[in-house]
């Protein structure tokens, strides 16, 4: 007797049980105007997906709607197999508890001190509750992202950049399977912008993490990226490595590589 | 039309109330309480509010005080004025100010406090790493006001007596004894007990709404504004219709 397997449907996307993300005819819009229409996603175990776009064109909606932060109109996502439009409240967060997510304004607790926004997502997320244990997850991860001397500071006191590293440095430290990074090297000085792109190519190898990275920074996208998807229109409207994109002839695609 | 629409908007956020308070409830029932959180946060709150419940509460005492003796001395009972101001001001004066003031005050703090909390993007931050912000911002705020409340105001009755008796000073000396006495003395167990209880949900409602709003913000500056001043608007209405349900329900209950 042979059974129909769900996989046969859709030979062309492979076997769903390899991609850690993906997103089905995802379609979203606010007070009647569309900003993701039929949008298709998938992201592969282990694989950096690059986000390119203009301004406007729906890439924090597209990863807020990944995650489940907001709803989508039709269409839907799934984790690891699992459908979020479907998943109770536990199975969500349980899902949640293996996932980093970088904001574009980095969304720090700003009644915390740099060490205790670490503490709070080591504690909640990891349930590590050893002193030590906590105290080197922190030096290591501040470290990564070169923010040692700030751990005393409150949020108050440091800068837009150093926002943003504790941000990237809070997502990390959860030890997530997945990483969406929202813009994470917008606001920094090449230098530590190339730092952070090497960071997430490092945290991908190292531990085989899936990576979804939306940036307008070439550099960073052809450092950590193993794919590129061109958003426009609310979909997505080339595909490729960043050398196949690069010698596109598409006016809208070049100019982004310019 | 309009009011229609206003109409449908106002039961559309008390469903979404409704469903926030289940939610907030469930969560302090099945974690570990975190008092130390609680009293910290109690210890803010009552901190702020200290100094404004007792010059307000002083204020209405003495003023109650000034006002009401001539009417009593046209009948000749000038001698009921302590017994007289002390029960308006514990069972209904008291209460009602200084909740309203912590409508006000504790209402607006919490309400900003958290609407810049969900703007900033930092409840979505809990939310999409699987913890439960009601654990972390709405439990321990709303169990700080609801044991804030009550004793701001049992320390606003007290300040409205002394404020009492400095309106008797005013007019005949008195001394501090005999009125403490007469003002206590027609004071029962069934005026204080449903005083006290409504004092409670008072605080409660006062951290749940504040919470809530701060919850529903909207973005931008724009929207932290209109959450804080949706939390007191709807703090200082609320507090009148939880008064207007208590004082009916001790009624049913003590006989009027
Ligand atoms: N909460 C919201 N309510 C209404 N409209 C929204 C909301 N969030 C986003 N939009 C709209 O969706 C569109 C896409 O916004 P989005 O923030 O995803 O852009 P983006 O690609 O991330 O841009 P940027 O590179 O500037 O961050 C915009 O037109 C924006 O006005
Ligand atoms: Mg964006």
Partial sequence: MSLPTENNDRPDQGPADTATLQMVDGTKGFGGEPVLRDMQLRLNQGETLVILGRSGSGKTVLLKCLVGLMKLDEGSVLIQGQDLGSADSKALNQIRKKLGFLFQGAAIYDSLSVRE??????????????????ESLVMKVLQDVGLEEAIGKMPSELSGGMRKRLGLARALVSKPDLMLYDEPTTGLDPVTSQEISRLIRDTQSARGVASLVVTHDMRCAQTTADRIIVLRDGAACAEGTYAELESSSDADIKAFFS | MSILKGLSDRMERLGSLVQFAFKAARTLVSSRPDLREWIRQGYLLGNRSLGLVAVTAFIVGLVLTVQSRPTLAMFGAEGWLPSMVAISIIKEIGPVITALVCAGKIGSGIGAEVASMKVSEQID??????????????????MAATLVVPVLVLLGDAASIVGSYVGMVMTAPIDPSLFITQAFENLEFSDLLPAVAKTVVFGLYIGLIGTHCGFESEPGPSGVAKATNRSVVTGIFGVFLIDLFFVNLTNLIFGS
């Fill in chain 1, 117 to 134: 926004n670490l503490e709070f997502h080591i504690h909640r997320q990891l349930q590590i509750q050893d002193d030590a244990e906590v």
């Fill in chain 2, 125 to 142: 931050a809990m939310d999409v790493s699987g913890i439960n912000p009601h654990a972390y911002i709405v439990v321990p705020r709303m």
